[in-house]
């Protein structure tokens, strides 16, 4: 017999998901100039497995170890009582002139004041 999945399992599956597909969009859309234009930040509300989560994406140009390079990390994030995140996750893209974007690493995420 196959059990399913407790809620949390679900919830953390469907946010990799999207995560991976946001990311997918965004390398085969952005070009290195486009991800430069982006605002800052961007918010928008999403539910996921029936729970609300707030997708954030956010734009870096020049970050700490990264000169010259865009980049762009898409975060999903749930808060608690009292507005404290309780899950965190996000995935990212650098852009370079001249090159395909690629993924960011975990150090390049938690340099830039990310991380996971």
Do not use: C, W
């Not at 995560?19 to 085969?28: F, G, M, N, P, T």
């Amino acid at each position: 017999m196959i059990s399913k999945p407790s809620p949390a399992e679900a919830f953390r599956k469907a946010v990799q998901e999207l995560l991976d597909a946001r990311i997918e969009e965004l390398r085969r859309s952005l070009t290195f100039e486009a991800a430069g234009a982006m605002p800052q930040g961007q918010a928008e509300d999403v539910l996921i497995t029936g729970r609300e989560a707030q997708l954030t994406l956010y734009r870096q140009t020049n970050p700490p170890d990264l000169p010259g390079a865009v980049l762009v990390t898409v975060q999903i994030a749930r808060f608690g009582m009292g507005g404290v995140t309780s899950f965190k996750q996000e995935k990212g893209l650098v852009f370079s002139p001249g090159h395909a974007a690629r993924a960011a690493t975990t150090d390049e995420l938690l340099g830039s004041g990310g991380g996971t």
